[in-house]
């Protein structure tokens, strides 16, 4: 990765994880207060898409974690805009400005 902004390389999912609690906290606390579970879904829904957009293959690390990703994204979405998610949206445009 070679964004002035992250400067980081994205090896795992804890990494994305990581950038997105800095770059959103409020927006995360003010989620875990409301809903545990849905913020967890949440970046689960962001990091999905993240890679699934951005992997380049089977031997890659976003593929790995995309392959073992808890979110399962509906019949009907093929993107993280498809989830009308705002945080989601947020979360997934964050990861693709760091990568």
Not at 21 to 40: K, L
Not at 42 to 68: K, M, P, R, V
Request: hydrophobic share 35%; proline share 2%.
């Amino acid at each position: 990765m070679t964004n002035d902004k992250c400067k980081i390389d994205i090896q795992s999912k804890l990494e994305m994880v990581l950038v997105l609690f800095r770059d959103h906290s409020g927006q995360v606390i003010e989620a875990i207060e409301e809903d545990p579970i849905d913020i967890e879904f949440t970046i689960e829904c962001a990091i999905y898409w993240f890679c699934n957009d951005y992997h380049t293959g089977q031997s890659s690390n976003l593929y790995s974690i995309l392959s073992t990703s808890d979110y399962k994204p509906g019949s009907m979405e093929t993107s993280v805009l498809d989830t009308d998610n705002n945080l989601a949206i947020a979360m997934y445009e964050t990861l693709v400005t760091c990568y």
